[in-house]
């Protein structure tokens, strides 16, 4: 049981380029989501998906797009990558309703935008 | 007024001692609340769930305070392992019930 896991680790892109962003949860839950951390930020919420084939706007969704496929995988794209979206990005899952179940996250990955 | 505000710290403290971190929060239907830990470098980790009645877990103690709108955590005994950011988290202003938001962190750094 792996949990929540995030490919790759790291990354560097130039401005322009295009990436995707792995999630992958091995605990059968409903719910996962994709944060970003800044310094002096803490955590923000960019998309989240409620189910498969399901996925809804959060609090900085700008400049990101999310697909959920797969009950198990939630992907997150930068189309155009820009520095502002330097930063670590945190995929999270949870069973049911986030407030009274654990969202469990995944290691991280830490994205450099030059 | 921010969602969720926490002191930034950092928190340095001797082996042994006793710490408080405290936490407001700007929803008044916040429902659920949370602390969570993070390591340097590492992802967030659930510490802690918050009830109305106050609760504890071993050297934590979580106290609520719907009326002042008010969370805390009480760290007794401090190791040097509970050197971390300690996240407050509740949950999000108008959203869904399964969204959350993170309060900035307090760091803590406990000395031999």
């Known amino acids: 049981n792996a949990g929540v896991t995030q490919t790759p680790k790291f990354r560097v892109l130039k401005t322009g380029q295009s990436m995707t962003l792995l999630c992958a949860q091995d605990?059968?839950?409903?719910?996962m989501y994709w944060y970003r951390q800044d310094p002096g930020m803490g955590l923000r919420l960019i998309h989240y998906?409620?189910?498969?084939?399901?996925?809804a706007k959060g609090e900085v969704p700008d400049g990101y797009n999310v697909s959920r496929l797969k009950k198990q995988n939630f992907l997150l794209g930068l189309e155009s990558a820009a520095p502002s979206q330097t930063s670590v990005y945190f995929c999270?899952?949870?069973?049911?309703?986030?407030?009274?179940?654990?969202?469990?996250f995944g290691p991280g990955t830490r994205l450099t935008v030059l | 007024r921010k969602e969720v505000e926490q002191d930034p710290g950092p928190f340095n403290v001797p082996e042994g001692a006793t710490v408080a971190f405290n936490c407001t929060y700007s929803?008044?239907?916040?429902?659920?609340f949370f602390w969570y830990r993070q390591d340097c470098r590492k992802e967030p980790k659930l510490l802690m769930s918050?009830?109305?009645s106050g609760n504890e877990d071993g050297r934590f103690t979580a106290q609520l305070n719907r009326a002042s709108q008010y969370i805390s955590l009480l760290i007794r005994d401090s190791k040097l392992s509970d050197s971390a950011t300690y996240l407050c988290?509740?949950?999000?202003?108008?959203?869904?019930?399964?969204?959350?938001?993170f309060g900035k962190g307090t760091k803590l750094s406990v000395i031999p």
């Open positions: 605990m059968n839950h409903e719910y």
């Open positions: 918050v009830y109305s």
């Open positions: 998906s409620v189910g498969e084939g399901t996925t």
């Open positions: 988290v509740v949950t999000a202003q108008g959203a869904g019930s399964y969204q959350l938001t």
């Open positions: 999270a899952s949870s069973g049911t309703s986030g407030d009274t179940d654990t969202q469990y």
């Open positions: 929803n008044s239907a916040s429902q659920s």
